[in-house]
């Protein structure tokens, strides 16, 4: 059967053996970042780590970077014991270091688990004719997505997706490029919930997304069987839902019709970066539809709760006119897809024998989010931000390539930047006490001839919080607010910001030679006291949080997925699960 054998075919020893090293550099990297590891420095840029026994010892060359960045170089590393030379593998790796790393008895194996399915991804990913910055950056939006190779920069373990079996990598993965069409469920109106935002309503949104004929056959299938669409709901549902969770789970609710398969839209969509969200292919203008999937990937289930879901649309909203009446945030063309509409199903049964936050509650729900497509000027094209810190296989980074087009001094370039991603960031917490997520996969760069003109936010209702106890919101909203010691409010912007994706940004640069590290923070400490500058009624607020500080907490990503890689993190109480450890010197003090 050439089926079977074509399935693992990019599983090679050659390939596996490159994944290995990837993953083991990476490893070695952000495990001395977070101060899992101390590497043993032996002269020369090279370092030793050693395994809990003491018997096994890893060798590699590393350069230091701001931020207590390591840069370890790949091809350098090498494993030792008993004076022998050992092959690196990746599972070795984790089993000889599971003391510092914290791995108990419990989590180890369903990280290994996670750590092979990453490794496959990566044997994938090398499958593919290799693209050059250049060309990705030219190819379009969805090439760039479907074209990272890396995901996220800080965990080691980030393509977990345990659930996925090898053909539903291969048909769901974003790597793999593969266009998909969304399997549409009825839903009985009384079982379900649906939310929209200010001027949209369920009839419209339906009929914005799929086509009479669709709607037609939709209705038919429903006569057919003796009932009425208009007494349902529409939810699109991933693939891979259907035929894995819903179709057994939710065996009763089929079989008692307050469910209706009624088979697969006609639109084709591709996965976005974050496996669960669709862009339209098909009808690049139509929403993204972003949907529920019981799969385990880098400490979360990837469900969506109906009930979380509820509010959705509101918070956008409300989100939106903040932005629209604020003068300095139009004045940066700053904006945010909005999250328009959701729709979710309650399961009687299941929200009676669970307790809130049970991925049993989260089956069976999808929102719908603005495409940034209509909204684009002539001349202008949309890029993930992650996507500045990818670097092809001639180590040349798709920032490097922006800034070369741009025609731009890098540090100009950088400024331009600055000013459209980090002002923004700044000004929503000094005058709002709002914070975003702002990481590379959740901001989109709005691009015009290689430098970068405005970015738009997205993924708003499940990653915003507002930390002012006495801020006024409308009772819709109430779920944003946030209780964060005062301490700690600013690590949102250090975390994620500075330490999850400047610290890459500008090592990277620094090592491809484009712009040197004091430079780019220098660059960064100059867009900063600009900002600051530009509102001086904020003053007092510059001084209780202050950016220019000599220090600030770290705070460890691979400490909380080692910890429970199974939920990480307690969505209702975020700052208290962090992992602090020690602290970082701040790369702009001052400049």
Not at 139 to 158: D, L, R, S, Y
Not at 270 to 286: C, E, M, V, W, Y
Not at 365 to 390: I, Q
Request: glycine share 8%; proline share 5%; charged share 25%.
């Amino acid at each position: 059967m050439p089926a079977l054998t074509d399935s693992v075919a990019h599983l090679s020893p050659e390939r596996w053996a490159t994944a290995t090293r990837l993953l083991i550099r990476k490893g070695l990297a952000e495990f001395a970042h977070e101060r899992l590891l101390t590497p043993a420095p032996l002269g020369d840029d090279r370092y030793s780590v050693r395994s809990d026994d003491a018997e096994t010892e890893y060798r590699f060359t590393a350069r230091r970077f701001a931020l207590d960045h390591w840069q370890v170089d790949a091809d350098s590393i090498t494993r030792h014991r008993h004076g022998g030379e050992l092959p690196l593998d990746a599972l070795d790796f984790f089993i000889e270091l599971r003391s510092p790393l914290g791995l108990s008895a419990e989590i180890l194996p369903v990280y290994l688990e996670e750590i092979s399915s990453t490794l496959a991804g990566t044997a994938y990913k090398l499958t593919k004719e290799p693209a050059t910055s250049a060309q990705l950056v030219s190819a379009g939006f969805q090439a760039i997505e479907t074209g990272m190779t890396e995901g996220h920069p800080c965990f080691v373990a980030n393509n977990g997706r345990l659930g996925f079996g090898v053909d539903e990598y291969r048909a769901y993965a974003p790597e793999t490029a593969a266009e998909i069409r969304l399997v549409w469920l009825a839903a009985r109106r009384d079982r379900a919930t649906f939310t929209a935002g200010a001027g949209l309503d369920y009839g419209t949104l339906i009929a914005g997304e799929l086509s009479e004929e669709t709607l037609g056959r939709f209705g038919a299938t429903m006569s057919g069987l003796g009932l009425d669409l208009d007494d349902y709901f529409l939810i699109p549902v991933h693939p891979w839902q259907w035929w894995n969770k819903l179709s057994v789970t939710f065996a009763g609710e089929l079989a008692q019709r307050h469910l209706v398969c009624l088979g697969e839209g006609d639109d084709a969509y591709l996965a976005q970066q974050s496996i669960r969200t669709f862009f339209n292919t098909d009808h690049p203008g139509k929403h993204y539809v972003k949907t529920a999937l019981s799969v385990l990937n880098m400490g979360f289930m990837r469900g969506l709760s109906a009930a979380y879901m509820e509010a959705t649309p509101a918070i956008n909203d409300w989100l939106a006119g903040l932005v629209e009446r604020d003068e300095l945030l139009r004045r940066a063309r700053f904006s945010i897809i909005r999250e328009r509409a959701a729709v979710g199903y309650h399961h009687r049964a299941y929200e009676s024998a669970t307790a809130k936050g049970s991925p049993y509650l989260k089956m069976l729900a999808a929102l719908w989010r603005e495409s940034p497509v209509p909204d684009l000027a002539p001349g202008e094209r949309v890029a993930t931000m992650a996507s500045l810190l990818h670097t092809d296989h001639e180590g040349t980074s798709v920032a490097g390539v922006l800034i070369a087009e741009s025609g731009l001094e890098p540090a100009e370039w950088l400024r331009g930047y600055l000013d459209a991603y980090l002002v923004p960031v700044l000004h929503s917490f000094y005058a709002y006490d709002l914070v975003f997520m702002p990481h590379g996969e959740n901001v989109i760069l709005v691009i015009e001839d290689g430098a970068v003109r405005r970015t738009v936010f997205k993924d708003i209702a499940e990653e915003i919080a507002v930390m002012d106890p006495d801020a006024v919101l409308p009772p819709q909203v109430e779920r944003i607010r946030a209780e964060v010691p005062e301490d700690m409010k600013l690590l949102s912007v250090f975390t994620d910001v500075f330490d999850c994706f400047f610290r890459f940004l500008g090592a990277g640069l620094a090592a491809e030679g484009v712009l040197d590290e004091d430079t780019f923070w220098r660059t960064v400490a100059e867009c900063v006291s600009g900002y600051q500058e530009s509102v001086p009624h904020l003053a007092d607020k510059f001084e209780r949080y202050d950016m220019f500080t000599d220090e600030f907490a770290l705070s460890c990503l691979n400490r909380l997925q080692l910890r429970d890689n199974k939920q990480m993190v307690d969505l209702t109480d975020p700052s208290g699960a962090l992992q602090l450890i020690g602290t970082l010197k701040n790369p702009i003090a001052g400049l």
